[in-house]
């Protein structure tokens, strides 16, 4: 007997499409999730954008390189002498810290026209000797009654630093030779009075003004204080 075909029902088609759709969805090959945007600075509040600002009424301790290598405080910026003013550390009393382990310092020679200065950081253990490397030195006349050489005799040594013991600006500008590698010898012109006496021999041929010490002799080219930055080129 002929039976007519009969067509699914079309109730079953919605369970069949939604097993096929999800066969589908499941051979399809994987995406990859999109990457993060990236963090900008100061979207988390934790880590703020680190930026400090000194003005002639925020309360703070400026402190600044002052005579044999010493260092001293003041609250009024017009106490600090101008050879120390290049890199002063600011110990704000009211305002942000600055990270962990570093310092706020300012260029008081670049201070703006209400007087306010913008502040940076640097490694607290870096400030005593980027502070005296800005070339600064200390007072000592060389002794009277000096024989200079006819000749100064021809020396080894590439860097000769003259000094005296009590000197602090000389003891870094030792400790950042050391630090670099950097050999050299070391002469102390109060006790040695050959030494003061060479060292006059050759500030009289190079033109270069005594009366203060480190003078660094970097192969025949003398510099007076601890100037870091011509050091660098140098050296």
Known sequence: ???????????????????????ASACAPETPPKPDAPAKAGDDPATPA?????????????????????FADAGDAAKIPEASRGLVRVSLLDGPAPPPGMVWVGNFRDAQQDGSVALTTVPRDAYEELALGQGLSSSFELPQGLQPPQQVAPSDAEV????????GVCKKLEGYLKKKGVAYVAKDIEKDRDAAAELQAKAAAKHVQTGSVPIVDVRGELLVGFDRARLEQLL
Do not use: Q
């Open 50 to 70: 680190v930026a400090a600002t000194w003005t002639p009424s925020t309360p703070a301790v400026l402190t600044f390189a002052a005579e044999r290598g010493s």
């Open 160 to 167: 000769i630093v003259y000094k005296t013991a009590w000197c």
């Open 1 to 23: 007997m002929f039976r007519p075909h009969r067509h699914p029902s079309i109730a079953l088609l919605g369970p069949i499409l939604a097993v096929a759709t999800l066969l």
